[in-house]
């Protein structure tokens, strides 16, 4: 089955380092999503790539897309301690098959001020 | 901003009993989900329902759950005979169209089964 996977798990930074996070998938994809989710909290979308796009970039969010290695990265820039949470990667498989998504198991993110 | 909104944000259950969760979703979206979370674990992906009717379904979203879109507005999961391992947070979204759109979550009902 398809899954998006993260890594690192964990990732621990002081304030205003760049924070990078990993996934890798195994199938084909349409599109590809970043959402974060604070501890107990709902999911927040941050960007969303489609598969024939290579790099997307939202405020301080910089996405890339590796369709050939099946592989996503999320860059956070000049982070902030608000950054802290947990961010994961969804990726929907088909077209004309809604927006079902897989996701994976996410990378915890703590930004120390 | 809109947003997806669910109700209740938390309910506790007796094993057996049925539940309801209610969603509403974006106003203009199309295509509405339900996902769950058990604790520690991924996101995991139940019901898709686009139309009026069930578009997409996982293995989890067996015969004891149902969704509904009973007007114009509301959209609801229903759980008739709750498990222990029901025990989640479960989570409804809306996007504006099947293809290519940002899926938008509610902030989540979270189900205790005891």
């Known amino acids: 089955s398809q899954q998006g996977e993260e890594d690192p798990q964990a990732l621990s930074i002081q304030e205003g380092e760049n924070a990078t996070m990993n996934c890798s998938y195994k199938t084909s994809i349409n599109n590809l999503q970043w959402y974060r989710q604070n501890s107990g909290r709902g999911l927040v979308h941050l960007i969303l790539?489609?598969?024939?796009?290579r790099e997307k970039h939202s405020g301080r969010l910089r996405v890339t897309l590796d369709t050939s290695k099946k592989s996503s990265s999320l860059l956070i820039t000049a982070s902030r301690a608000a950054d802290t949470a947990s961010y994961f990667c969804a990726t929907a498989a088909r077209v004309n098959a809604g927006n079902m998504l897989t996701f994976g198991g996410g990378t915890r993110l703590m930004v120390k001020p | 901003e809109p947003e997806v909104t669910q109700t209740p944000s938390h309910q506790v259950t007796q094993m057996g009993q049925e539940v309801i969760l209610r969603c509403v979703p974006i106003?203009?979206?199309?295509?509405f989900y339900w996902y769950r979370q058990i604790l520690g674990q991924k996101v995991e992906f139940l019901v898709s329902?686009?139309?009026?009717?069930?578009?997409?379904k996982s293995e989890i979203f067996d015969d004891q759950f149902s969704v509904e879109r009973p007007d114009g507005s509301n959209f609801t999961l229903k759980i008739r005979s709750t498990k222990l391992e029901d025990s989640a947070m479960y989570f409804c979204a809306s996007s504006a169209t099947g293809q290519n759109t940002e899926a938008f979550f509610g902030q989540g009902t979270r189900l205790t089964v005891v």
């Open positions: 329902f686009y139309n009026n009717e069930i578009s997409e």
């Open positions: 106003s203009n979206h199309l295509y």
């Open positions: 790539i489609r598969s024939n796009e």
